[in-house]
């Protein structure tokens, strides 16, 4: 499942069958982070908060 924050960072993921996820966040400029073992019980809605921690600038330069 694939989803995008809001401006304020926040999402939500509707209608998970009950489970264990993990959740992973990319976004531009910043290191993919994940969190693992997020247990989705029926009726419920965990909160994860992710930090992130911004990236490396690479730059390539071609000279032939």
Known sequence: VSV?????????V??????VYDV???ATGFRPVT????????DSSPKVDLHLSIGSITETVEVT
Not at 14 to 19: E, G, R, S, T, Y
């Open 4 to 12: 995008t924050a809001d401006q304020n960072g926040e999402y939500k």
């Open 14 to 19: 509707p209608n998970l069958i009950p489970d």
């Open 24 to 26: 992973t966040v990319l």
């Open 35 to 42: 969190s693992k073992g997020i247990a989705v019980a029926a």
